[in-house]
C-alpha cells in the first residue's frame, strides 16, 4: 500500500528558530495535507496543498508540494512555545488519506 | 458551518466489556466519514472508513466493528474489549481530500 516517510521523528529547539520538516512517497499525490496535534485534541488542519509546486502560507507556516509529487515540506519561522505538537503530513492519492507517522516538535523558551 | 461531536471524551472500561463510541456530524451531508486508533505518542491508524449509510470499509482486522445507521453518524463498537484496545479514538470527516477531526476519545481498558 501507499507509505509516507516523514522526517525528522521529533525535533528540540530554541524559541525564536525556524523548523523545516519533510514528507517523502514511492508513489504520486493530488493532494497534500498538514496537521497539527496538540496533547489530547485531534489533528487541526493547517495547510492543503492541490497542485505540483504549489507554494503556500498560513501565518508563519509554509508549505510546498513537490515538483514529483512525491514529496512536500512543512517550515515554521520563529517558533514560539506554542507550536509544540505532532506535525503529520498527508496524501491524497484515493480514498482514504495516508498519513506520515508524525514529527513531535518541542520548543525550548 | 461543520461541526464534528464525539463522546464519551473519556471512557474507562473493565477488559471482556462492550464499548459504543458515537460520532457525529452537523452542517453537511453525505460525508466520508473515518474512525482512527491513536497509542500513545504514536500516529493514526485508520480502522474504518464510510462513504454512504450501512457502507463500511475495515482497514485492520481487530475486534472492533462500526455501524453508519444515519447519514451524519458513525458508531464503533466492539463486543469484547481487550487491553490492547486502550488508546485515543478520532473520528473525522471529509467533503473531499481534506479531513476535519473530531476531539476524540480517550478509552482506557483495565
Known amino acids: 500500500g501507499q507509505q509516507l516517510n516523514q522526517s525528522p521523528q521529533s525535533m528540540f529547539i530554541q524559541e525564536g528558530e525556524d523548523v523545516s520538516m519533510n514528507c517523502t512517497s514511492s508513489?504520486?499525490?493530488?493532494?497534500w495535507l498538514w496537521y497539527k496535534q496538540e496533547p489530547g485534541e485531534g489533528p487541526v488542519l493547517l495547510i492543503a496543498?492541490?497542485?505540483?509546486?504549489e507554494l503556500t502560507s498560513n501565518g508563519r507556516l509554509t508549505a510546498q508540494f513537490g515538483i514529483t509529487r512525491k514529496d512536500s515540506f512543512l517550515n515554521i519561522s520563529a517558533s514560539i512555545p506554542s507550536d509544540v505538537g505532532i506535525y503529520f503530513c498527508?496524501?491524497?492519492?484515493?480514498?482514504?488519506?495516508?498519513f506520515g507517522k508524525g514529527t513531535r516538535l518541542s520548543v525550548i523558551a | 458551518s461543520q461541526t464534528i461531536h464525539q463522546w464519551p471524551a473519556t471512557l474507562v472500561q473493565p477488559v471482556g466489556s462492550p464499548l459504543s463510541l458515537e460520532c457525529t456530524v452537523e452542517?453537511?451531508?453525505?460525508?466520508?466519514l473515518y474512525w482512527y486508533r491513536q497509542a500513545a505518542g504514536r500516529g493514526l491508524q485508520l480502522l474504518f472508513y464510510?462513504?454512504?449509510?450501512?457502507?463500511i470499509s475495515s482497514e485492520v482486522p481487530q475486534n472492533l466493528s462500526a455501524s453508519r445507521p444515519q447519514d451524519r453518524q458513525f458508531i464503533l463498537s466492539s463486543k469484547k474489549l481487550l487491553l490492547s484496545d486502550s488508546g485515543f479514538y478520532l473520528c473525522?470527516?471529509?467533503?473531499?481530500?481534506?479531513?476535519?477531526f473530531g476531539p476524540g476519545t480517550r478509552l482506557t481498558v483495565l
Open positions: 508513489s504520486i499525490f493530488n493532494t
Open positions: 496543498l492541490y497542485k505540483a509546486g
Open positions: 452542517g453537511t451531508s453525505n460525508p466520508n
Open positions: 473525522a470527516w471529509s467533503p473531499r481530500q481534506e479531513q476535519f
Open positions: 498527508a496524501g491524497s492519492g484515493k480514498l482514504p488519506l495516508v
Open positions: 464510510s462513504v454512504g449509510i450501512g457502507q
